[in-house]
């Protein structure tokens, strides 16, 4: 994939004209313009360029292709501090612009954890001075991540976390997850889990079932989500507390979610990318670049998801960007660690399903832009004028070849290695500069 890596010190007025304009946050799809200037977008409608515009905007014809608000990747693990060879900020918003994400949610995994106002703080400064998209921090709901004591959510909050949650870890004790929703209700703060009961899960290492049977590995039951997630509801309907779930996995938790949202309950939920893009068939050989966290489920239920992401029952679709090394994944399927990269690879996936008649365009541009913004409570993922001028551009159907080698991410655990995919992000500004280039 060639294309420049590096921001712009010029902030002229610009002007996209004869472009696919797509903002998913107003339901708009139309033909027409888009300028901006001073880093915020100032106006879109059609025949912008015959009306006139500033003096001295740049005019860039996008003759047909897709101008759409910039994507924001709601669960994206990066390695700064403490692993550094997975992942830097640096890195991942070098593979983020490549992808059109514009916004970078990251997780509390890190070394030391992200579960004080101090390492929030110095993930933002680090942002700041090393990468060229935006980077929000979500902090650990529980002090080092053990599940055992609640982290103080209301200075985290105002350090500058958007969220609060124990990354791939479901946090056990009922009573303190009560206490965590009823705590963080009260700062209106958001409270994002992943569901799978640990017990359940025990030695498994991908879906439970005929087809794990006969490659003589230990399965994951469904329940072992399903169960996590009926608790969990059972609990934000006792406390009223923000909830989105992490990463749903199976039709069954679909049922748990819909009976929720029918009850008026404050929540939400993501999928992954990849588990709308491949099944537990996809392990084939033992391949463990398809080993995931959750795992790959079945085709019933991959179907199920993408037409939940349809719906709206389900209203983000994220990457779960997890870098892992050559060490950690070149291993026996049992031995190797879970985890798949993904910022890169994001969009154009989606984009798969939207040529396969599964989705709109305006739809999975909502699921990976303007829904995770809303519901984080973020001034991006619109076109509308006066929002900050994060966008992308895009050209829906230009084929081409995935190569591993060719990825920004430090490392290439890419299930789409050597994928044909079809759909490629041309520019991506932030704040009105550019910091990706396709050419």
């Known amino acids: 994939m060639n294309g420049a890596i590096m921001p712009v010190t010029e902030n002229r007025p610009l002007l996209f004209a004869n472009a696919r304009v ?12 888009v300028l901006i200037a001073d880093g915020v977008i100032r106006e879109t409608a059609r025949g912008i360029a015959s009306a006139g515009v500033p003096e001295g905007t740049q005019v860039v014809d996008c003759r047909g292709r ?4 910039g994507l924001v990747d709601m669960r994206a693990f990066v390695g700064e501090p403490g692993a550094e ?17 514009t916004t970078i949610v990251c997780q509390p995994e890190t070394d030391p954890p992200i579960d004080d106002p101090a390492v929030v703080d110095f993930v933002l400064r680090r942002a700041r001075d090393t990468a060229i998209v935006r980077v929000r921090p979500m902090a650990a709901l529980t002090k080092g991540l053990a599940g055992r004591e609640m982290t ?38 958001l409270i994002v889990h992943h569901t799978e009961d640990p017990s359940l899960v025990g030695a498994g290492t991908m879906n439970e079932g005929e087809f794990a049977s006969r490659l003589g590995l230990a399965g994951i039951p469904r329940v ?17 507390g923000r909830y989105h779930a992490a990463s749903l996995t199976c039709a069954d938790s679909l049922q748990v979610l819909a009976r929720a949202k029918e009850a008026g309950l404050p929540v939400t939920a993501s999928v992954s ?21 959750p795992p790959l489920r079945s085709e019933t239920d991959r179907l199920a998801l993408i ?19 050559v060490e950690t994944k070149r291993l026996t399927f049992s031995e190797a660690a879970a985890g798949a990269i993904g910022l890169e690879t994001m969009l154009s996936a989606g984009l798969r399903l939207v040529h396969a008649g599964k989705l709109s365009l305006l739809r999975l541009l909502r699921a990976l832009s303007s829904r995770p913004a809303e519901i984080l409570g973020l001034p991006v993922g619109t076109l509308r004028p006066g929002a900050p001028a994060d966008i992308i551009v895009f050209d829906p159907d230009e084929p081409w070849l995935l190569v591993p080698a060719d990825l920004k991410s430090r490392c290439k655990n890419t299930p789409f290695d050597e994928a044909r995919m079809e759909g490629r992000v041309l520019r991506t500004l932030v704040a009105g500069r550019t910091v990706y280039e396709y050419f």
């Open 66 to 69: 897709v101008v759409a608000p």
């Open 273 to 293: 990318i990849n588990h709308l893009s491949f099944n537990e068939f996809d392990v084939g050989a033992f391949r463990t670049f398809f080993k995931l966290s």
């Open 224 to 240: 072992a989500e399903t169960i996590m997630l009926e608790r969990d509801m059972r609990l934000v309907a006792l406390t009223r």
């Open 85 to 101: 060879h997975r992942e830097t900020l640096a890195s991942a918003s070098q593979a983020a612009a490549a992808g059109g994400v």
């Open 152 to 189: 103080e959510i209301g200075l985290l909050g105002a350090a500058g976390a958007v969220a609060f949650t124990n990354g791939a870890q479901s946090v056990t004790n009922a009573q303190l997850f009560r206490r965590a929703l009823t705590y963080a209700r009260d700062f209106d703060a």
């Open 307 to 325: 037409e939940a992401v349809a719906s709206g029952l389900i209203d983000v679709v994220m990457s779960d960007h997890n870098p892992q090394d």
């Open 22 to 33: 797509v903002d998913p946050a107003r339901e708009l799809d139309f033909s027409g313009d």
